[in-house]
Every structure is written in C-alpha cells, then in structure tokens.
C-alpha cells in the first residue's frame, strides 16, 4: 500500500509530484507528502489527511519551488496518521519515500538509539532515512546497497542526498516500482497511471535494483554497481483509462466499462469458435493433465474463485478448492506435484497471495496467475499466465477486474471441460458463444441503473443486511455483500440460503434488508421458500431475478429483472452487475467517499 512518486526534469516540481501522486491516492490516502531540491535545498511540505489537505497547506507554509523531488500518500501501517508520522522522513543528508514495510525495524532502531540518533516519528520508514544517514559516506549507491542488505521486508524507496541535488535514487524489494523515461524528464512511481501524462515509457525494477535518476540520463544498477540494459517498456494504456471522462466515480465508470473490458479480455483467447489459452503456456495436455486444483486469492479475486469452482467442478468434474491466500500460506496445505494452484490478482502484488504462490511453487505445482495488472510481481513468477485486460482499476472497490477474472474463469473451465472430455467440441463452441454474447447483455442490463438507484434509498438507513443466493447466486451473494459493506460501511452478511435456518435467521427483525439472488432454475424454489422464510419474519426482500419471474407480496418487496435469455450458467455475469451499482449508489447517498473508502486502499502488499 502507499504510493510513491519521484521526479527529475524541466517541470515544476511541486506539480508533477502532486498531480503523479492524484493518481495513486487509491493506494492509501492517510497522509501525502512532498520533498523538494529548492534552490538546492531539500524542503518538505506533509501533512495528515488528503492530498487536497497537503495542497491547503501549501498555500498557507509556501509552495516549493524546484524541478525534482519526491513524494508519497500514506497507508498507515506503523504509526498513528499525522503530521510528524507522514512521508517524506528525513536524516541529516538523507530524505526518503517508503511503501512497505520493514519488519526488522525495532532492532534497527535501538542500534541507532544506541548511537545517539534521535526520531520525530513512530514509523519503520524514519529508521531507514536514520540509517542511510548513519552508513552514508558520500557514495548514494554504496551507501543504499549497504543498508537494504540490513533491512527485512519489503520496501519500495525513493532517496534523496542533500549533497546530491536534482538527483533521485531507488530501490525496491517486493513492493513495486517503475522508472518512466521522458524526453529530458525521468520519474519513479508504484503505478504506472502517475507517469501516463508525461510519458508511457517505462521500466520495471527488480529487486534490488538501484535506480539513479537525473535529468539527462537515468541508469539501473545491481548492488554490486554493475549497471544493467534493461528493456524499456510501453505501455498500453492512455491517459483516458485513468480519469474519469465524465462519470462522477471511477467506480461508475468501471462499472459501465465492463462490457468493453470483456471482450479485450476473451476476444483474442477465442479461436475458430473455441477457446484457446496455449499462448498463456496452457495446452489440452496440461489440463488433461490435473487431477486437482486449487483457487488462492484474497476478497473480490478470491470471489471470482468461487464463481471459478462452480464452473469448473459442473462442467470439467475436477476437485476445486477456493482458499483464501492468507489462510493457505500458513496451514500446510497438502498441495503437490500434478495439483494446479490458480492465483487470482488485481493489482499482481497483494502480498498473501504472491506470498501462496510462492509456496504453491515450492510444493511442487504448477501455477498460473489471472492478474490484470502487468508486470506485476504474481505476473513475472507465475509458471502460466493469463492477463486480463480491464486496463487500470481506480476504485478501490473492484468491479470490472472481478467480472473479467470471472470471464476468463468461464474460458479457463470451458477448455478443462473439453480437454478432459466432459463436454463436445460443439457443447464448447456454443458455450463459448454465449460467452460473447454477455457484453450486449449486460449493456441493457446497465440502462437500468434507476432500479439500483431506487432500491439503493431503500437501505441507506439500514444497520446491517443479509445477502442469500444458493449455488451461484450464493457465490454472487459473498461478492455483494463485499461490495456494500466495502463502501457503504453497513454491516452485512453472504449467507447460504439453505443454511439461515441453521442460526442466522435469529437475526431476522422487522424491515431488515435481505437481497436475495435467485437466478438458478433448478435451485429456483429452494431458495424462493428461504426467502419467504425471512420475510414471514418481518425483512424487506429485494430480489434480484429474471425478467419473468414476479413475486408475490409474500416473497419479496422489490425486484431487478435480469434478461430471461440468459442462461443458467452465465447469470453470474449478469447479476453481480445490480449488486455492483446497489453498492455504488448506497454509498453514494449515504455521501461517502466512493472511490476511497475509509481505511482500505487499492493494493494490499502488507499481511
Ligand atoms: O489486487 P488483488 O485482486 O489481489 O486484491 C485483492 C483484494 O484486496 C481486493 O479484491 C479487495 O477485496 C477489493 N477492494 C474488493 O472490492
């Protein structure tokens, strides 16, 4: 979590720091600060708060002034958000911007106690700007290469030398970093949206790798101060991807990007009418080949999983097990050789789940990573990879990365299927095709927005909701209920709807919401019956449906109609996407900060 930027060139300073920064206070908006070459000067401006807070400040303490620096917007790990706690933090000579976390810090810290150093702040970051301060003998990289050999964890940094103006050093291990490479202009940043305004060219640091900085040439070195050739890379996203062109959310407009964000994803994996993974590295002999398999993410990617395991066990009768990444890093999973371990990521850098991967990989099996975000560390380490193609997700609640993940979910349990000989190749074919007929569908499903919006003033006063579905609609339910809690802040529950009666229906009292999913026809009056179970017992039922279906006063108060074309196996794809905007507009009314919900950021690169 956190986000940080770095800048050396012709520009002002202030600016591109602020505005790179705008674009990754998705990672953590706790505190934002800057550190800038003023007059030859390093200066810091921080404060607690947003960026719009540092920028009040500004204009109250004096803007600095100057054409490098770096900057940072905090995620609390160690240490209160406050003003002497914000980044940048500073020794004598030296001022840093850290993401991540350093684990051996208390050890640190009382060496340097010991020798007489004193600190402002309660954070890990202030003993590495202490540290780099104590060993610096007038050489950066020497200096950075032997501090990071004492540090543990994970650390992404951007350094500045007092002595050393108008250039920026870093390093990283674990959390990310990029190098953008402009005309006469260089940049560092976590994400690749802070630099898409001044240049799409960029690198990607590896670990342990020293980026040297200046206006006229950028260098990467090794720790042993070998410089290395690295490939430049482009990026394929533009400017647009990452602004709101016009919607008030980014979450809206990720919401309404979904159907375009599909078909780049499943478009070029479909070939002669079928689905084909072999440049991902997956062949008919690999999937033949698995007797398990095992799903490892973390909240809406883990989701996915689940929607995954119906798929995969229904059509391809392989064993699936969803896990969450934090759970099976550290419980001795029984994974081996001949077993498929699936990561699912966003971002390709939640450290639970690249943390899964790793030890996927150590057991013996193979691996393939779903991962929007590329080059991202789940991305390079992976045996197998698909990538989806969302391009960026702003919003820290995820939409469009989950129903692409889920869409290649379908492809992935599609070509199992055939491969294990569950299905025919014209089962395959016309599956597939259905697949890419669900863009149009939920096009019109999105005219209705209204509808989510009407339902959404229905539970703004609400303390707490249940979310019930059976089978799928029991998996979109754990979604929704993510979602709403996730932004709206009101306490809600995914439960199975066969399983209410089993305690939680005590919960039940008069006008509590229930949102029930019931798209499955062969669950259909199960879960009718569960619902009517709650609703003799006082809830507002909002069912989410098919078109045809209408409810009796007994069943529910409100309904969305999903396209009764749609069949069974596909309505995951259509039905989150009500349970998207109900979350939205919930949050919306009740006059939250969307986009940023309290105390969460985008990418999570901490345990
Ligand atoms: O980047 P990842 O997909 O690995 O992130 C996993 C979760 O942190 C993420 O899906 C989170 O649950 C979302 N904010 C939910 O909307």
Request: aromatic content about 8%.
């Amino acid at each position: 979590m956190c986000g940080i930027v770095g800048y050396v060139g012709y520009r002002d300073c202030t600016e591109v720091l602020m505005d790179a920064l705008s674009k990754l206070e998705y990672r953590g908006y706790d505190s934002a600060g800057i550190a800038v070459f003023d007059n030859e000067e390093i200066k810091v401006a921080k404060s607690k708060g947003r960026l719009a807070d540092l920028a009040e400040k500004m204009k109250k303490t004096g803007r600095l002034s100057g054409h490098s620096g770096i900057g940072h917007t905090r995620w609390a790990t160690h240490g209160e958000p406050s003003d002497v706690n914000s980044h940048p933090h500073s020794g004598e000579r030296v001022t840093i911007v850290h993401n991540g976390i350093i684990e051996n810090y208390k050890a640190l810290k009382d060496f340097l106690v010991k020798e007489g150093r004193c600190f402002k702040s309660d954070t890990d970051t202030e003993v590495v700007a202490q540290l780099l301060d104590y060993y610096y003998d007038g050489d950066p990289i020497a200096t950075i290469a032997a501090v990071t050999k004492e540090l543990e964890g994970s650390y992404a940094l951007g350094i500045i030398f007092a002595d050393f103006p108008d250039t920026v050093f870093a390093i990283r291990r674990e959390s990310p970093l990029i190098v953008g490479i402009g005309e006469k202009e260089s940049f560092i940043a976590s994400d690749v949206p802070a630099i898409l305004k001044y240049t799409k060219n960029y690198y990607l640091l590896e670990h342990d790798e020293i980026a040297v900085l200046s206006r006229y040439s950028t260098s990467i070195y090794d720790l042993h101060y070998n410089k290395i050739n690295k490939e430049l890379k482009t990026a394929d996203w533009d400017m647009d991807a990452a602004e709101k062109g016009g919607y008030e959310h980014f979450m809206l407009k990720e919401i309404f990007e979904q159907p375009t964000s599909i078909k780049t994803t499943i478009t070029p994996r479909i070939v002669d009418g079928l689905p084909n993974l072999e440049e991902c590295g997956i062949t008919m002999e690999k999937l033949n080949g698995y007797k398990q398999i095992f799903v490892v993410a973390c909240g809406t990617a883990m989701h996915a999983g689940v929607v995954g395991r119906y798929l995969i066990e229904k059509l391809a009768r392989v064993p699936v097990n969803v896990e969450i990444a934090s759970e099976f890093r550290y419980r001795d999973p029984i994974v081996s050789e001949g077993d498929l371990v699936i990561i699912i990521s966003q971002s390709g850098e939640t450290a639970d789940s690249l943390a899964a991967m790793r030890l996927a990989k150590k057991l013996g099996a193979e691996t393939l990573a779903i991962v929007n975000a590329k080059g991202s560390s789940i991305a390079r380490e992976a045996d197998m990879l698909i990538y989806t193609h969302a391009g960026p997700e702003i919003a820290v609640a995820s939409t469009k990365a989950y129903m692409v993940q889920i869409a290649v979910m379908y492809l992935f349990a599609f070509e199992l299927a055939l491969a294990k000989g569950k299905i025919t190749e014209d089962e395959c074919r016309r599956l597939t095709s259905l697949l890419t007929q669900i863009p149009d569908t939920i096009t019109k499903i999105l005219e209705n927005k209204a509808e989510t919006q009407f339902i959404a003033s229905e539970l703004i006063t609400a303390d707490s909701l249940l979310y019930i579905g059976r089978g799928l609609d029991y998996a979109l339910s754990m979604e929704g209920s993510l979602k709403l809690k996730e932004i709206s802040y009101i306490h809600s529950e995914s439960y199975a709807a066969g399983e209410l009666k089993h305690g939680t229906i005590s919960l039940i009292s008069e006008g509590m919401p229930v949102i029930a999913v019931a798209t499955q026809s062969d669950l259909f009056d199960k879960t009718i019956s569960n619902i009517k179970e709650v609703k003799a017992r006082g809830a507002k039922v909002v069912i989410v449906c098919r078109d045809s279906y209408n409810p009796d006063k007994d069943v529910a108060d409100y309904k969305f109609g999903l396209p009764d074309e749609v069949e069974d196996l596909f309505m995951p794809m259509a039905s989150v996407v009500p349970l998207q905007l109900i979350a939205y507009y919930t949050s919306v009314l009740r006059g939250n900060d969307v986009d940023k919900p309290r105390n969460l950021a985008k990418s999570v690169t901490v345990e």
